[in-house]
């Protein structure tokens, strides 16, 4: 183990921000373990490709008949959509399970009106694979699963029969049913200063190196929420960073890499970002 010698020089947090300031040291040699990402129990916890039903008369109609409770799994898409930044990419966002008979007829009836797809071209939107995943349950037999598109030309499909869902009431309805949770956004940068006072601060990378001469160098950003999960993993650019965030508590780890090692874990700050609101964090070393 490498030992650090770190003088904290000052840790506020003033209408959302928090400032935490560290000198150039040795570090510690122990690599950050990730914190294990939990799926939900119902859904599966990514979306990894179109499936095909294999519910009877699936290759007829879009939602067979019968089904008496709806399972519904959204997920991110390429791009991660907040709060749920790129690590999490085609990952489970939410789910649902309906289990009114009612409501769930009314919504195969929706999907089953859907037009079929346009025999010409037609524009659409950019496609970043943001969908729901919606399980038909039946009182016996297979499950019927559609997949739903929200982006580009939202196609729906349960990987035999197509439908048209761009702009559809019905397309909206589901996403209302299971809906991303609320967020918040957090940003931050690294600063070095000549002074304990911070007078004379720079936007700048950090190095830290021990008396053996290993050294990292600070290349991005770990978020964990009040549970411990790891819901963020960012880079830096230009020694800043910023990644929407859902509501709470946060740890913030900046992490350093270089000589062999990685991941290690050079400065932590702690930050409560509120739903709709900010926080930033910055992170100062002496030089």
């Known amino acids: 183990m490498l030992p650090w010698r770190l003088l904290m020089l000052s840790a506020g947090l003033i209408a959302g921000t928090i ?9 510690a040699s122990s690599t950050r373990a990730a914190a294990a990402r939990t799926a939900a129990p119902a859904c599966p916890a990514r979306d990894t490709s179109t ?27 390429l791009n991660g ?12 966002i939410t789910e649902r399970l309906l289990t009114s008979t009612s409501q769930v007829e009314n919504l195969a009836d929706a999907l089953n009106a859907l037009p079929a797809p346009s025999a010409y071209a037609i524009s659409c939107p950019v496609d970043t694979g943001e969908r729901i995943i919606a399980y038909f349950v039946y009182r016996s037999g297979a499950r019927n699963p559609v997949t739903v598109g929200l982006t580009g030309c939202q196609e729906v499909t349960n990987g ?3 439908r048209n869902g761009l702009d559809a009431p019905a397309i909206s309805q589901l996403e209302s049913l299971v809906p991303l949770p609320p967020h918040g956004k957090l940003k931050g940068e690294l600063r070095v200063c000549t002074n304990t006072a911070r007078t004379d601060c720079q936007i700048t990378t950090w190095s830290q190196c021990e ?7 600070a290349q991005s950003v770990a978020v964990f929420n009040g549970a411990g999960k790891e819901v963020a993993l960012v880079a830096l650019h230009n020694s800043r960073f ?46």
Do not use: W
């Not at 959509?81 to 489970?92: D, H, I, M, N, V």
């Not at 965030?245 to 290690?264: C, F, H, I, Y």
């Open 81 to 92: 959509p907040p709060p749920f930044p790129a690590t999490t990419r085609f990952g489970l």
């Open 242 to 287: 910023s990644v929407t965030v859902s509501p709470g508590r946060l740890k913030v780890e900046l992490l350093g890499a270089g000589d062999g090692l990685s991941n290690q874990v050079m400065a932590t700050a702690i930050i409560r970002v509120r739903a709709g609101g900010s926080g930033t964090v910055t992170f100062t070393q002496l030089s």
């Open 19 to 27: 400032v935490v300031a560290l000198a150039t040291a040795a570090f």
């Open 211 to 217: 008396t053996s001469g290993a050294c990292v160098t």
């Open 160 to 162: 035999h029969v197509l």
């Open 51 to 77: 499936m095909a039903s294999t519910r009877g008369g699936s290759r007829m109609t879009l939602v067979p008949s019968g089904a008496v409770q709806l399972l519904l799994c959204r997920y991110s898409g």
